[in-house]
């Protein structure tokens, strides 16, 4: 086991011993730095080559040239992928995706242990070198903030069916393994708002308001509700953090309104660069919309496709204010006096149907809404709950002659009024919002009148229109009080009273 020479190979790799006595030798090499042991073979004359790096018992004999006691040494492999973002879902790593920063990776023998660990870097790429043939597994620690996408086995295969793990990776000598890769999805995002709508478009403009503290439900793709919020001062809501999938939103009605609309929103794609925590990266969006909205039913969103990082915005419910209508009955003047007790038929000419401080209210007297094109009664269903009994809605005047009917949605409308007793009917004035009064004296085209259902008998105000929270006041009916002008009593003659030569008495007899 004596070292009697030493010497290194050449440049082709070639190594020799000369002027060698007979006897038994062995030749051991020094393992080369950068290479895995690959075995020794006994060359011409034979040998012992069980022992790693070594070739023994090797007879030599006077003048014999021996060859071929050669050592192989394998040249080390390396193992190689990326982390990124996955946008269409295919888990491939496509031109518009992001690499992913800092995202641990753990090499695993073939016992399932691991021997190695590396973060991926700015590229979102990570290797292992130096790896001896064999069989390993790569295995990704799911990175903070994102969704796990897929993983992909490379360029030798490999088995990619576990989540953040590829198995049965086999490993040759001097063999570069690349793109096994995991994709990951950003995390997506769904808003929107929720306000009110005066002109029937689902626009926020800048007579409209938003509404706060409405309950916005989030349902996943089987109807099931996964969230709820409540829409902000500015009247917003989000939902954060969805990972890709179908859902839905669906708005609760908020009292006091009724149900506008809801317009399909829209999706702005793809995110930039993005760090192990799901964290921008340059900061900004590609910018790219896509309309993959879904479908609108009252107060939900449905059938909403969300990809990965992806910002589906205006996803809005709109709401209309409810509208009212409201006037008074009074007694218009005093007592009016005729010959026959009866109104005249130009009222006009005594009254002027406006309210003044001397006019007195009426209370106690039924008006009844209805349609104020065709005049049939509108149910109470139609207003918003709440307001008035089952049936058509009616109210009654109060102490001061005052009526009022709330929670109406848009419309055209009329106001019947019942008739008090006692009183003869005076001059109705429409109010705030125009319309079309029935008074006796005026010339009403008949056409409108025609329309009605029900005949208004010189007591309605027809064709009020009304805008979503608008309000018509001053929608007033004005009675007369009749009576007849009284008889003038005649003069009394005073006793003993003598009329003058020739004239006739007019009086009583004395």
Do not use: W
Not at 14 to 25: E, I, Q, R, S, V
Not at 74 to 88: E, M, N
Not at 290 to 313: F, K, L, M, Y
Request: aromatic letters at 8%.
């Amino acid at each position: 086991g004596k070292v009697i020479a030493t010497t290194t190979t050449d440049d082709d790799g070639f190594y020799t011993f000369t002027n060698l006595a007979p006897g038994k030798y062995t030749v051991r090499e020094t393992q080369p730095d950068g290479y895995f042991d690959g075995g020794q073979v006994a060359g011409s004359h034979g040998g012992d080559a069980s022992v790693t790096n070594h070739i023994s018992a090797i007879d030599i004999g006077p003048g014999q040239t021996l060859v071929d006691y050669d050592f192989c040494e394998l040249p080390p492999s390396s193992l190689s992928g990326f982390v990124h973002t996955d946008l269409d879902q295919d888990c491939v790593y496509d031109a518009n995706e992001s690499p992913i920063e800092g995202v641990k990776i753990e090499l695993l023998d073939s016992n399932g242990d691991v021997i190695a660990t590396t973060t991926t870097d700015a590229n979102g790429f990570y290797k292992f070198d130096g790896l001896a043939p064999g069989t390993y597994a790569v295995r990704e620690t799911q990175p903070v903030g994102l969704f796990h996408g897929g993983q992909r086995a490379g360029s030798k295969g490999g088995d990619d069916s576990l989540a953040d793990l590829i198995t049965a990776i086999n490993v040759g000598a001097g063999e570069t393994l690349i793109d096994y890769n995991f994709c990951e999805f950003p995390p997506s995002s769904l808003s929107g708002m929720v306000h009110t709508d005066i002109d029937n478009d689902c626009v926020l403009d800048a007579n409209e308001r938003p509404i706060a503290g409405v309950t916005v439900e989030l349902l996943d793709a089987s109807g099931n509700v996964i969230a709820t919020t409540l829409t902000d001062a500015q009247g917003r809501y989000e939902f954060t953090n969805l990972r890709p999938g179908t859902y839905s939103v669906r708005e609760i009605q908020p009292a006091g309104y009724f149900d506008g609309g809801d317009p399909t929103g829209r999706a702005i794609g793809g995110a930039g660069a993005l760090t192990q925590n799901g964290g921008l990266l340059g900061g900004q969006l590609d910018g790219g919309l896509d309309n993959v909205g879904g479908s609108t039913d009252n107060d939900q969103h449905s059938g909403i496709a969300i990809r990965p990082g992806q910002r589906h915005v205006d996803y809005n419910f709109c709401e209309i204010p409810p509208a009212s209508l409201a006037g008074r009955v009074f007694q218009d003047g005093d007592v009016l006096q005729t010959p026959d007790g009866l109104a005249p038929a130009d009222l006009r000419s005594v009254r002027d149907g406006k309210f003044t401080s001397d006019d007195k209210p009426i209370a106690g007297v039924t008006l009844e809404l209805r349609n104020g094109i065709n005049g049939d009664p509108i149910d109470a269903s139609q207003a918003l709950p709440g307001y008035y009994a089952d049936g058509n809605i009616r109210v009654v005047t109060d102490a001061n002659g005052n009526y009022e009917f709330l929670g109406l949605p848009p419309g055209n409308y009329a106001v019947y009024q019942i008739h008090p007793d006692s009183y003869a009917d005076g001059l109705d004035t429409p109010g705030t919002t125009n319309g079309i009064a029935i008074n006796p004296s005026d010339n009403v085209d008949q056409q409108i009148v025609r329309r009605l259902s029900q005949d208004p008998a010189d007591d309605a105000i027809i064709l009020i229109p009304l805008g979503a929270g608008q309000r018509s006041a001053e929608n007033n009916f004005s009675e007369i009080l009749v009576e007849k002008t009284p008889s003038i009593p005649p003069t009394p003659i005073p006793p003993n009273y003598l009329p003058p030569r020739g004239s006739t008495p007019t009086g009583g007899v004395p």
